[in-house]
């Protein structure tokens, strides 16, 4: 079966086919709303419960979504606020792995593999290292290929702001980075 789009995801829970049109929308955007929560989280079991908890307020208002703004930003949006709320009430852990987001070289050379390897957990190491709103914004617009516009809605910040984040970040990167390889020259 084919994918379906947001719309047709709406308007099939709408039409009170919730289960079917629930699972087709965890179908497709579980795994980045997970990867939000684990990014922004820093723990993959808080990030699991956090998803956990995004999807059954997503579950409860899809009814009331009325499309001013993409579904996918409306969800992330939320389980942003979600991740937003377990910070506020525990410490978050440094993160052991990730399943996706990071590139890796697909040349296939066992050399480029373990230098990918390390670049990637270099570049993991690093983004953890941003302050959250940073990190958030990074993730977004690079790993999740969103745009400014979609990073600052699921932020809930304005487009300048955004652009600030990001610039911070990726200075913040680019010496973090730079620092790491001339220590290896």
């Known amino acids: 079966m084919d994918s379906l789009s947001d719309v047709e995801i709406v308007e099939q829970f709408q039409a009170g086919n919730h289960e079917e049109a629930?699972?087709?929308?965890?179908?497709?955007?579980?795994?980045?709303?997970?990867?939000?929560?684990?990014?922004?989280?820093?723990?993959e079991i808080l990030a699991e419960d956090a998803t956990q908890d995004a999807f059954i307020k997503i579950y409860r208002n899809l009814g009331k979504f009325k499309g001013q703004s993409k579904l996918s930003t409306w969800m992330y949006r939320i389980v942003k606020n979600v991740c937003y709320d377990y910070l506020k009430k525990r410490r978050y852990a440094p993160l052991d792995e990730i399943e996706e987001g990071y590139p890796m070289s697909?040349?296939?050379?066992?050399?480029?593999?373990?230098m990918s390897d390390w670049q990637s957990?270099?570049?993991?190491d690093a983004v953890e290292q941003l302050p959250i709103k940073q990190r958030l914004a990074i993730t977004l617009y690079y790993f999740k290929d969103k745009s400014y516009e979609e990073v600052?809605?699921?932020?809930?910040?304005?487009?300048?702001?955004?652009?600030?984040?990001?610039?911070?970040?990726?200075?913040?990167?680019?010496?973090?980075?730079?620092?790491?390889?001339?220590?290896?020259v």
């Open 22 to 43: 629930f699972r087709n929308l965890v179908e497709i955007h579980g795994k980045t709303v997970y990867n939000i929560a684990l990014f922004t989280l820093n723990d």
């Open 106 to 114: 697909d040349d296939g050379s066992p050399e480029d593999e373990v």
């Open 121 to 124: 957990r270099e570049l993991r």
């Open 152 to 184: 600052a809605s699921i932020l809930g910040q304005p487009l300048n702001t955004i652009k600030s984040h990001l610039h911070r970040a990726k200075s913040a990167l680019e010496k973090s980075l730079t620092r790491l390889e001339g220590s290896f």
